[in-house]
């Protein structure tokens, strides 16, 4: 399960985002967001773009450093935000389920 949710988050470009949600649907496990969380553990040693995965709504919800790390991420990839959340409108990917490369 978690070699799937990490084969689909690497599949989100530089400049987009996706939600938990929406990662945990494109792998084949819908309703399972909060996996995605367990997969992202350890994310760079398994070189995964951990930054690009976001909560709903395009809240980052990571606490303290880890959550400005991430902000500063997504700024430098060019990520547009509105406020505290990511704009969805203009940097949401849309995954959609297939085969992870």
Known sequence: MFEKIRATIRRIPRGKVATYGQ????????????????ALRDSDQHGIP??????????IRLPGEAGL?????LRNEGVV?????????TSQ???KRGRAR
């Open 69 to 73: 790390e991430q902000r500063m991420r």
């Open 23 to 38: 990662v945990a649907k494109a792998a084949g496990f819908p309703g399972c967001a909060r996996q995605v969380v367990w």
């Open 50 to 59: 951990w930054h690009r995965v976001l909560a709903a709504g395009g809240h």
């Open 93 to 95: 990917f849309a995954l």
């Open 81 to 89: 935000f509105k406020g505290a959340r990511v704009d969805l409108a």
